[in-house]
């Protein structure tokens, strides 16, 4: 067992009178699917390598007996380390090809492994800011060839602002199952299969001393592909492309 510590528009119903607020549960306007697309995109991937595309790339790198660049060793297998401002917890269970237990992840003999992975923190993107927390339970396997798979499942809880004229903000909560997502094992990059999210948001605006609050329910598909991009779908009809390496959203045209 290791265990590894490392460290969302503007359309909105506005009802009169000063600091008044309202509640309503709604489709989605195209500003709220550009806000959530944005997200999506800022947990998915950072910068400076954090996400879940980091953390599923630190996975495979531990099971492979890699300890990632910058951490230090504890007692018993303990080791801690930072990403910019987001921490992440692992627990990784290795196994070689037989499925026998491993003591330690051996790179060339562990074939599979069972992850529990959490982590948190800040987020911070031009207008966009969020506080995130995440936990994931996943099995890799095929670790021993050029192509590992992970699948599993996970769960998004945080809250996030835009800043602008209207200061609009949400709170998620993501449910997310990971389908068959390829990693190619030589340099952890994540290279296909998709992540679905159940997406529930509360979305709160407030212009002019009024408050008003629209409950939203988003399904999203997340599809990897080779060339450091992701395909994002919104409620089936928004797309938007993905930048793996600095997590920009950009709509697609006609979507």
């Keep these: 067992m290791i265990r590894l510590l490392r460290f969302a528009s503007l359309v909105g119903l506005v009802l ?14 195209r500003t709220e699917y550009d806000e959530v697309a944005r997200s999506v995109a800022s ?20 099971s492979a007996g890699t300890t990632p660049l910058g951490f230090s060793a504890g007692a018993s297998g ?13 627990d990784v269970t290795c196994k070689d090809a037989s499925g026998s237990t491993q003591p330690v992840c051996i790179a060339g003999t562990t074939n ?8 948190a923190g800040s987020l911070a993107v031009g207008d966009f800011s969020a506080m995130v927390d995440h936990s994931s339970s996943w099995t890799l396997s ?26 609009s903000t949400y709170h998620f909560d993501f449910e997310a199952t990971y389908d068959a997502v390829a990693i190619a094992t030589s340099t952890q990059a994540t290279i296909g299969g998709s992540i679905s999210y159940d997406i529930t948001a509360r979305h709160t605006l407030t212009t002019n001393g009024n ?29 938007y492309t993905i930048d793996l390496t600095t997590g920009a959203a950009v709509a697609v045209s006609g979507s």
């Design 16 to 29: 009169p009178g000063c600091g008044g607020s309202s509640s309503t549960s709604t489709d989605a306007t």
């Design 43 to 62: 947990t998915t991937a950072t910068a400076g390598g954090g996400g879940d595309t980091g953390a599923i790339r630190d996975a495979v790198s531990i």
């Design 78 to 90: 303990h080791l801690t380390g930072a990403v910019g401002s987001l921490s992440f917890d692992f």
């Design 112 to 119: 599979s492994a069972a992850v529990d992975v959490s982590w």
């Design 142 to 167: 095929g670790l021993t060839t050029d192509t590992a798979t992970l699948n599993g499942t996970g769960r998004f809880t945080y809250d996030s602002q835009f800043t602008g004229a209207i200061a």
């Design 211 to 239: 408050t008003s609050e629209r409950d939203l329910d988003i399904a999203a598909t997340l599809s990897f592909h080779a060339d450091a991009t992701a395909s994002l779908l919104l409620d089936g009809s928004h797309e």
